[in-house]
């Protein structure tokens, strides 16, 4: 299992990014894919995910209205365009997926109980 994850960068506030993770050794067909995030000094904490099922999204509280999840399935990728950032939005930014459940559960799910973690990629947001 590989998660490649892109597209990271700095932005000011009120600007977009979109991230893309490709998927490899597995489907997105058959198991969910999602973004958590990590700031420094903070828990790593679930963002968004997208379930394998039936392609529904779940997102955060605090990402809700401002970013979106989707999937190529024909690329096996998943994005995460993100909108109207803001400074508390500055993390490293993680692919993931795990093989049990279909991820409509995850952000309800400690991080370390998810198995399959891509290396992450920056979002820094300034003022």
């Known amino acids: 299992v590989q998660l490649q994850a892109s597209g990271g960068g700095s932005v000011q506030s009120g600007g977009s990014l979109r991230l893309s993770c490709v998927a490899s050794g597995f489907s997105l067909y058959n198991y969910g894919i999602g973004w958590f995030r990590q700031a420094s000094g903070k828990e790593r904490e679930g963002v968004a995910c997208i379930s394998s099922s039936d392609g529904s999204t779940y997102y955060a509280d605090s990402v809700k209205g401002r970013f979106t999840i989707s999937r190529d399935l024909s690329k096996n990728t998943v994005y995460l365009q993100m909108n109207n950032l803001k400074p508390e939005d500055t993390a490293v930014y993680y692919c993931?997926?795990?093989?049990?459940?279909?991820?409509?559960?995850?952000?309800?799910?400690?991080?370390?109980?998810?198995?399959?973690w891509g290396k992450g990629t920056l979002v820094t947001v300034s003022s």
């Open positions: 993931v997926t795990d093989f049990e459940g279909d991820g409509s559960r995850w952000l309800e799910t400690s991080w370390y109980r998810l198995d399959y």
